[in-house]
């Protein structure tokens, strides 16, 4: 087709059956239900809309641009009080310093610690689609 003067390397329309699984009621209704459990696999949504996994996940891929990511681990999850609480402490002791230079000499502290973290929940059962504007959800390990 080329020796013959075509240009364009794109497909041409063809005549066939349209496709039913990537209708826009199908991407609104997979939309809603990840909305609603962002834990949900793709296999469980192909089966309750009745379509295939490779549509299913087509949609979340291209039509929705969801992506799976696993939580990201922090040391502790802060609410703002004790945020706060502990710029308080801080602030104390950079005051506590500042007045008497030596305190830090009379310090006593211990070089290593040992904490056991027992996670019941594995990193990849704790991911979940996000949104390309919404940030990595956080999980804290547990001590």
């Known amino acids: 087709m080329f020796s013959e003067g075509r240009e364009d390397v794109n497909d041409e329309e063809r005549a066939g059956r349209p496709s039913t699984s990537t209708t826009d009621e ?15 696999t793709v296999r469980e949504v192909a089966e309750d809309l009745n379509i295939s996994i490779g549509s299913c996940h087509s949609i979340f891929i291209n039509d929705l641009g969801m992506r799976r990511v696993a939580a990201k681990f922090v040391p502790k999850l802060l609410n703002c009080d004790q945020k706060q609480h502990r710029m308080n402490i801080a602030n104390e002791m950079l005051n506590s310093v500042r007045d008497d230079p030596n305190l830090l000499q009379r310090v006593i502290t211990g070089d290593e610690s040992w904490v056991y973290g027992y996670d019941v929940e594995t990193k990849a059962q704790s991911s979940q689609w996000k949104l390309p ?4 959800p956080k999980k804290a390990r547990q001590t």
């Open 26 to 40: 199908k991407i609104n209704e997979v939309e809603k239900m990840v909305l609603a459990n962002r834990r949900i």
């Open 133 to 136: 504007h919404e940030p990595r």
